[in-house]
């Protein structure tokens, strides 16, 4: 049974920084790649960043390119993101997300961020 856990979510001043981490149980992160989105109130959940092992990339969405950057913590099977130079534009519920194939099957429970300016 795969499990995935975030934690690090908190009340943050914009310009701020937060650092989020997902770790996972019943599988290994090297095998598979990994994501983080996020959902706003009232806004569908979009995506954030990603890491795929198999081909070294790691990619994030244009609204946090320079301010967020995601790592792999292979002792803890756990990755990180951090985000810096936050802005409540960044308030939303933060969900890690692993892949099976080509679809994101596996998510944890969310982790809320919230900025205030």
């Known amino acids: 049974q795969v499990q995935l856990v975030e934690s690090g979510g908190g009340l943050v001043q914009a310009g701020g920084s937060l650092k989020l981490s997902c770790t996972a149980f019943?599988?290994?992160?090297?095998?598979?790649?990994v994501g983080w989105f996020r959902q706003a109130p009232g806004k569908d959940r979009e995506f954030v960043s990603s890491?795929?092992?198999?081909?070294?990339?790691?990619r994030y969405a244009d609204s946090v390119k320079g301010r967020f950057t995601l790592s792999r913590d292979n002792a803890k099977n756990a990755v990180n993101l951090q985000m810096d130079s936050l802005k409540p534009e960044d308030t939303a519920v933060y969900f890690c997300?692993?892949?099976?194939?080509?679809?994101?099957?596996?998510w944890g429970q969310g982790t809320q961020v919230i900025v205030s300016s």
């Open positions: 890491m795929s092992w198999s081909d070294g990339v790691t």
């Open positions: 997300a692993s892949k099976d194939g080509s679809t994101w099957a596996y």
């Open positions: 019943g599988r290994t992160f090297d095998r598979n790649p």
